[in-house]
């Protein structure tokens, strides 16, 4: 996974790389743990500076801020917001206070929302949870190892072709000789692996919106807005997508350079470091302040931008856009299932989990990609992590 809203990018991605192929080294776990805590506060701190820029142009007014762990304290900020007048949105609040549960009111979040001085919510910002990055991971590397898997799986097959002395296109397989070369490819590419004989593709594996902005305004507003973007000096529209259908909004991908003179008085000022006093690392080296965290960090970040009304962000939070049923449909929605790119997504949230546990010193791999595992092996491994008991029926 290459991860363009943390600043030791490089960094991560040559330890998530070596993963794959199965070659720790033994400080590895100290190194992730660093990332996460240094990376994690500036992408946190840039974010809130940004927000507050955004949120200057599309409204101009104050607003103030409060942190959510939870969908549910989203969705009922919008219940309290609701000022628009529309039938849809009346109704929708309806079912949603008629039965909250329904809508996934415990998933966790780790976000802001702002609120303007009349207390309607004009936007809010998040980092995404290591669990949905490991998800989105083992969707980008699915799609990777699926093209290499398919023409892996099509040179078997013009092999078969050229013994027959016929043209491929008129090669008929029956399905049963598919199915068996695709699994023989997939052992291939896993073997690959193995011998770390693969090159990653960066670029394939690029993840933007790890850190994101959302701001909800008016459908005039979102047009200054996004055209005051691209002549800002301090923010850059790398690209740029709209959606219609069930789901409308424009999301933009924006680079930002971070302040470092700021976030790093804001780490001393704060005493922020008490919040990773159960990472594994000693209090004495993290009240030294962020500084010799930086090494190797890049001075510029990427974040996804979402402009949306009101109305369009009632229907993304409780309607037929519910944010949690794309996520699921994105789950079952995957061209490529095979056991490679699950072990990917399991071997990336035990890297996170290495990153926000006690423990900076990890002697193994307990996930290799050539191997099959339930997700419950890798339940068992982070509670190990944690010091949690295993909890036998048996002793």
């Not at 008929?172 to 070369?181: A, V």
């Not at 301090?234 to 976030?263: C, H, M």
Request: proline share 4%; hydrophobic share 40%; with cysteine.
């Amino acid at each position: 996974m290459y991860l363009t809203s943390f600043i030791h990018r490089e960094g991560l991605f040559d330890v998530s790389e070596r993963w794959l192929c199965g070659l720790p080294k033994s400080d590895d776990g100290l190194h992730i743990t660093q990332f996460l805590i240094c990376d994690g506060f500036v992408l946190g701190k840039t974010l809130e500076t940004v927000s507050r820029i955004l949120l200057d142009i599309a409204h101009g007014e104050p607003f103030r801020q409060e942190r959510i762990q939870f969908k549910g304290q989203l969705r009922d900020a919008i219940c309290h917001s609701a000022q628009d007048g529309s039938a849809r949105t009346e109704e929708l609040i309806r079912l949603y206070q008629t039965n909250p549960e329904f809508f996934y009111r415990d998933a966790p979040i780790n976000g802001v929302i702002c609120r303007d001085l009349e207390d309607r919510l004009v936007g809010l910002y998040r980092i995404k949870r290591p669990r949905r990055i490991a998800e989105k991971a083992n969707r980008y590397v699915a799609n990777w190892i699926y093209k290499m898997v398919q023409e892996r799986a099509k040179e078997m097959a013009r092999e078969r072709a050229n013994k027959r002395s016929i043209p491929l296109e008129k090669l008929i397989t029956p399905k049963k000789q598919m199915d068996f070369e695709f699994v023989a490819a997939e052992t291939i590419i896993a073997q690959k692996f193995k011998e770390n004989s693969i090159e990653v593709d960066k670029t394939a594996l690029e993840i933007n919106d790890v850190g994101g902005i959302k701001i909800v305004t008016d459908t005039d507003r979102i047009a200054q807005l996004e055209s005051r973007l691209y002549d800002h000096p301090k923010i850059r529209v790398v690209d740029r997508e709209s959606f219609a259908g069930n789901y409308q909004a424009t999301s933009l991908i924006i680079e930002v350079y971070w302040d470092r003179e700021d976030v790093c008085r804001s780490y001393t000022d704060q005493r922020v470091w008490n919040k990773y006093l159960d990472r594994g690392i000693p209090e004495a080296y993290l009240r030294k302040g962020l500084e010799p965290l930086l090494d190797g960090a890049a001075s510029i970040l990427r974040v996804e931008l979402i402009l949306s009304t009101f109305q369009d962000m009632v229907e993304s939070e409780l309607g037929n856009s519910l944010h949690e049923e794309r996520i699921i449909a994105q789950r079952d929605n995957k061209v490529y299932k095979g056991y490679i790119p699950m072990n990917v997504e399991f071997l990336l949230e035990y890297l996170f989990a290495v990153g926000l546990s006690p423990h900076v010193q990890i002697d193994r791999l307990p996930i290799k990609l050539w191997g099959r595992y339930l997700p419950d092996s890798v339940i068992d491994e982070i509670r190990t992590l944690y010091n949690i008991p295993h909890g036998e029926l048996f002793c």
